[in-house]
């Protein structure tokens, strides 16, 4: 039986001549490998439809280990993320970080159109790749189940004001004074520490929309970087290119 499924290609490796195994982030069946045969020629009819971050929707059959590509149409290209470097190393770092967490649905559909809206802002350069880079990051990792706690100071109940610390390991917030006693060393300031709960906590619609200034954004950027690799099993291979591209 045919399997009709929207479907975003997260990875592509390339099998002989000109057939590929692709990674696709759908709704219904989560991340799943799917062989496209003859989808690297030109004049094939799936070329167009197989390529890196595009939104398909495909009908597969399904095999022993993995699924077949009958047929595909093209969707959505997010053309704009070849246009630069920073767009395309962010994309694969994002893509990466999906297929690691590799949801299950329902979250499968969340995290798909999470990443969707992100390489539609990022191609659209409606964001900055780096604001963009820490509300997918903090939100793909509370979709996951791996939402820090951020009511409050663990410790004693502050719940704003000044500098924090977000333990990356424990993803918990102290503030200075309790930061200092426990000897960390804030990472988060006041617009940090509120854009952190906005990118977790905020209603779909509302996610992208907020202001940070330059420095904040740095700081987010760091801690929210370091709290996603605490909880992920594997650094994503392409941070160290992101690392040499964002600014
Ligand atoms: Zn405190």
Do not use: W
């Amino acid at each position: 039986m045919p399997i009709a499924t929207m479907g975003l290609v997260l990875r592509q490796v390339r099998v002989g001549e000109a057939d590929q195994i692709l990674t696709l982030l759908t709704p219904d069946l989560g991340v799943i490998s799917a062989s496209a045969k003859g989808s690297l020629r030109l004049k094939n009819k799936l070329f167009s439809a197989c390529g890196l971050f595009c939104y398909s929707e495909f009908t597969l059959t399904s095999g022993r280990s993995h699924y077949f590509v009958d047929s595909a149409q093209v969707r959505r290209v997010f053309h704009g993320l070849s246009q630069s470097i920073e767009g395309m190393g962010l994309a694969a770092y994002m893509a990466e970080i999906a297929a690691a967490l590799s949801p299950a649905p329902p979250e499968a559909e969340a995290q798909l159109r999470l990443l969707l809206n992100c390489l539609y802002l990022l191609s659209e350069q409606k964001r900055t790749p780096g604001q963009l880079k820490s509300i997918y990051e903090l939100r793909a990792m509370t979709l996951a189940g791996y939402m820090p706690n951020l009511l409050a100071c663990e410790d004693c109940g502050k719940y704003e004001g000044g500098e924090f610390y977000l333990d990356p390991q424990e993803g918990t917030l102290l503030c200075a004074d309790c930061a200092e006693k426990a000897r960390h060393v804030p990472n988060l300031d006041t617009g940090a520490l509120y854009a952190l709960r906005h990118s977790c906590l905020s209603e779909d619609k509302q996610l992208f929309n907020f202001k940070l200034s330059p420095p904040s954004q740095r700081l987010l950027n760091k801690a929210s970087e370091q709290y996603l690799l605490a909880h992920l099993e594997q650094c994503p291979k392409s941070l160290d290119f992101l690392r040499t591209v964002l600014s």
